[in-house]
């Protein structure tokens, strides 16, 4: 689809953390900083693909983005409107244009409520149809992703998981957003669904002119489905650009760790590939390291990566990176 220029979502240094009481043998409050100050920008009709390893934050910036949970600093602006700041019907209304498939298909839908009434939930909240109109719309939703109109009379359980996770994705089209949160949305699904659930969004975004942010952590999916990718570690973001880019020239060397690990289904190349795995564990979101979150996992880290935050900067061609090597490559050039 092409991607128009106006910026339909820009985040500014985007904080969430969570407070947490003290243990059993201390009072001090301790604090989980689950996002750390990310900035980007999405255009209308983009998919942004945001990628990294478990608890690096990526879904609690979806969240945060559509206020599921409360921001602790930063602005977030969508559709030249400050959500950050809206209250009331102001943070309804952008409600409605923004919505959100979750991950775990069965978890987010009521198991008490039918399959229709999952799907004109919003329509009720928004009270945008009654009636046959409300009926017609459910119809005309769950034929939409691939479902027949007599699902609408049944309950979440008698789906497979790639049939409750098209309700899901019903249920977010129903009042016509512009902005979809993609929350990790195939990463509970067998590996034959999860293709025909990438290729029916990518559908939908073609005819409805959908803009996504795509949450994941399988990169070879996120590479099929993305304009660009921004790759999160420990709570920021450490390289973003096109995804073509991104796969050939991966400059982050938590990026080329990343893609190493993605299998290649050619015994002859995949054997002559070499994995580069991160040294370490991932440090606590609690107690950080100073300077580059990366630095105590990073083989090329430095003296200025313990003292000095990378920043984002263009390493060529609207490719960023957060790395004070690559930046001191590009000065020395």
Known sequence: MAVHEEYILEVNNLVKHFPLGGGLFTKKKQIVQAVNGISFKVKRGETLGIVGESGCGKSTAGRSIIRLYEPTAGQIIFEGKDVTKAKGKDLMELRRNMQMIFQDPYASLNPRMTVGD???????????????????????LLKIVGLNPEHANRFPHEFSGGQRQRVGIARALAVNPSL?????????????????????????????GLTYLFIAHDLSMVKYISHRIAVMYLGRIVELSSSRDLYLHPMHPYTQGLLSAILIPDPNVEGKRRRIAPM????????????????????????????????????????????HQVAMLQLSR
């Not at 993609?182 to 969004?201: F, R, T």
């Not at 100073?290 to 083989?299: E, I, M, V």
């Not at 430095?302 to 003292?307: F, G, L, R, V, W």
């Open 118 to 140: 999952i799907v004109a939930e919003a329509l009720d909240i928004h009270r945008l149809a009654k009636g046959q109109e409300r009926t017609n719309r459910i119809f005309e």
């Open 180 to 208: 979809i949160i993609c929350d990790e949305p195939i990463s509970a699904l067998d590996v034959s669904i999860q293709s025909q659930v990438v290729n029916m969004l990518g559908e939908l975004q073609e005819k409805l």
């Open 280 to 323: 370490g564990n991932v440090p606590s979101s609690i107690d950080p390291p100073s300077g580059c979150y990366f630095r105590t996992r990073c083989p090329h880290a430095m003296a200025i990566c313990a003292e000095e935050t990378p920043v984002l900067q263009d390493g060529g061609n609207n490719h960023l990176i957060a790395c």
